[in-house]
């Protein structure tokens, strides 16, 4: 591994706006070695009053959906506008999911070589819980560093959605026309967790089914019940490849960002949102206490057997798992 | 407080079905005591391999939506097909939600008197998490009991929907006709939780814009990923004034009953309910200790106020907080 820098010297690289420093800052974020833990703290630290002033935008689509060509065309869009774009991606990489993004920047080419652009991937080696934390740290960072939209990239097929919807001020849903088929991948729930709905690849022969598609996600969504932010999730199309409807999206994310500042939902969403990271890490650090300790490793393989198969009820099955995990702590 | 009985009474009594000692012994389940504990404990143990058997059947809907005359005509239903169906409650009855279910039983009056039925509201006094364990264990001492379906009810508002759907084998949500109105008050996300939509007070006038209104949740649904049931959500009409649905959406639950026996699915939800009972309640007890720790309880409410308003980072508040909690476990 590379030689660390000093405190100082990350601080000053990363509110600067160095990228190479920004990656290697990143890089320490995501390390597993106690000693860059501590480093990364105090750069965080240091960094902390620079940060929240971006745009949050999360984008989630299963694959196929054209995620990557959206993006690219969106965040050109953006730089166009001379503003700074950062694009972060919360992908576990979990064979399971079967939505690996891909990792490289070779996805995103024009868009990584446009100097006001960055793109990361997700971190590896990590587990959800991980990914996401570093995820959330990394956007602090670039904030810090002045990129004023990070896109917050994921796949909706797992439960990534709801950590990224949860960074996020706004969550874009992209979707395909065809009538229900192309959404078999995708996870219940995600619909309703969208600020937008954007029917992506209306060009050519598709543009009519995309306008149709926006007529029938329309009607659903407004049987939905109404989001906190009182804003009414829209549906628009979009064509990366024609160019089409990226700019009047970009205009929905920067009018329902005015609209939530004033009418208070967004402080109070950014709000929230710290104070869910704050006690989803004590559970994550609890839990990682619980099933890491040793005997509660061995013992929880019977239990959660025979509470499966209905031998053993939850409740005192749990107890006695706790009460292991007790007595072994305070010996 | 009523003398206790023998385990051994509490048992007999409960697997006999009468239905006295079944309602002393959810007292005891609902009761704080530790003894009382302790005896519910083993009652629940004797029980166990006799529960599993009924069509759990959760059911919510906004205040208004008329619940209770709703469900008196499908148990009159139930009940009028020789089978026992027992009706229990979800109502952590929080002044918040505004729409604490009445907890008597004068609100299902026929219902109340049927031999075949048995109702029984929600415990009070109880946080959500104890409501929803107790709910849950009183449903197993029902099934013992020997009826075959059991209602879970709750309101459409707060966080027991979730708690309810992980109980029940069957979600069902009830709707009134009106495009989308009705439903300012119900949480987002619920939608997608349903095995089937019924739009009540489908009589008189109210007949043609509730068969318009099937069309168009049928409409909004099928654009909705499907379930892992392999079940498509359906919209369905009912009166419980005239009487009218009422039978064929209990035959549209039967055929569910049937179709994810036979695919497989009912199983693997049950053992996949059982499973995160044991691992949420888990959860309960790891963030009870830690949350009602006197030392934490002091420090958390400083760290929530610099987290919340973004003084201070949610990870290391959250590791200073765990510290602190682990020092004081282990002094």
Same mark, same amino acid.
């Given at each position: 591994?590379?030689?660390?820098?000093?405190?100082?010297?990350?601080?000053?690289?990363?509110?600067?706006?160095?990228?190479?420093?920004?990656?290697?800052?990143?890089?320490?974020?995501?390390?597993?070695?106690?000693?860059?833990?501590?480093?990364?703290?105090?750069?965080? #630290?240091?960094? +902390?009053?620079?940060?929240?002033?971006?745009?949050? @935008?999360? &984008?989630?689509?299963?694959? /196929? *959906? =054209?995620? $990557?060509?959206?993006?690219?065309?969106?965040?050109?869009?953006?730089?166009?506008?001379?503003?700074?774009?950062?694009?972060?991606?919360?992908?576990?990489?979990?064979?399971?999911?079967?939505?690996?993004?891909?990792?490289?920047?070779?996805?995103?080419?024009?868009?990584?070589?446009?100097?006001?652009?960055?793109?990361?991937?997700?971190?590896?080696?990590?587990?959800?819980?991980?990914?996401?934390?570093?995820?959330? #740290?990394?956007? +602090?960072?670039?904030?810090?560093?002045?990129?004023? @939209?990070? &896109?917050?990239?994921?796949? /909706? *097929? =797992?439960? $990534?959605?709801?950590?990224?919807?949860?960074?996020?001020?706004?969550?874009?849903?992209?979707?395909?026309?065809?009538?229900?088929?192309?959404?078999?991948?995708?996870?219940?729930?995600?619909?309703?967790?969208?600020?937008?709905?954007?029917?992506?690849?209306?060009?050519?022969?598709?543009?009519?089914?995309?306008?149709?598609?926006?007529?029938?996600?329309?009607?659903?969504?407004?049987?939905?019940?109404?989001?906190?932010?009182?804003?009414?999730?829209?549906?628009?199309?979009?064509?990366?490849?024609?160019?089409?409807?990226?700019?009047?999206?970009?205009?929905?994310?920067?009018?329902?960002?005015?609209?939530?500042?004033?009418?208070?939902?967004?402080?109070?969403?950014?709000?929230?949102?710290?104070?869910?990271?704050?006690?989803?890490?004590?559970?994550?650090?609890?839990?990682?206490?619980?099933?890491?300790?040793?005997?509660?490793?061995?013992?929880?393989?019977?239990?959660?057997?025979?509470?499966?198969?209905?031998?053993?009820?939850?409740?005192?099955?749990?107890?006695?798992?706790?009460?292991?995990?007790?007595?072994?702590?305070?010996?």
């Amino acid at each position: 591994m590379r030689q660390r820098l000093s405190v100082e010297a990350y601080t000053k690289g990363v509110l600067s706006g160095d990228t190479i420093i920004l990656s290697r800052a990143i890089t320490l974020i995501e390390s597993k070695l106690k000693n860059d833990k501590l480093l990364a703290k105090a750069v965080l #630290e240091n960094i +902390l009053p620079y940060t929240g002033k971006a745009m949050r @935008v999360g &984008i989630t689509g299963v694959p /196929g *959906v =054209g995620k $990557s060509t959206f993006i690219e065309a969106f965040g050109k869009h953006i730089t166009s506008l001379k503003k700074k774009v950062a694009v972060l991606t919360v992908d576990p990489s979990s064979k399971k999911t079967g939505g690996s993004i891909l990792a490289d920047k070779t996805r995103m080419e024009e868009l990584s070589r446009d100097p006001l652009a960055f793109i990361r991937p997700s971190a590896s080696g990590l587990s959800l819980g991980g990914v996401a934390r570093s995820t959330r #740290e990394t956007m +602090l960072l670039c904030e810090a560093a002045g990129y004023e @939209v990070i &896109i917050i990239e994921t796949v /909706g *097929v =797992g439960q $990534s959605e709801t950590l990224v919807k949860g960074m996020s001020d706004f969550f874009l849903l992209l979707m395909l026309a065809g009538a229900g088929d192309e959404l078999q991948g995708i996870k219940k729930g995600i619909m309703e967790m969208a600020d937008a709905v954007a029917i992506n690849k209306a060009d050519g022969a598709n543009k009519i089914s995309a306008e149709l598609a926006v007529t029938e996600y329309q009607n659903a969504l407004h049987l939905f019940p109404k989001s906190d932010s009182d804003f009414i999730t829209k549906v628009v199309t979009c064509s990366a490849l024609e160019g089409t409807g990226i700019a009047s999206l970009w205009e929905l994310i920067t009018e329902y960002q005015q609209s939530t500042i004033q009418n208070g939902y967004f402080e109070k969403n950014r709000q929230a949102q710290n104070l869910e990271w704050m006690h989803n890490y004590i559970r994550q650090l609890l839990e990682g206490l619980f099933y890491e300790n040793t005997i509660v490793k061995k013992a929880i393989v019977m239990s959660e057997k025979s509470v499966k198969e209905g031998n053993e009820l939850p409740v005192p099955a749990a107890e006695l798992l706790l009460d292991l995990f007790m007595k072994n702590l305070l010996k």
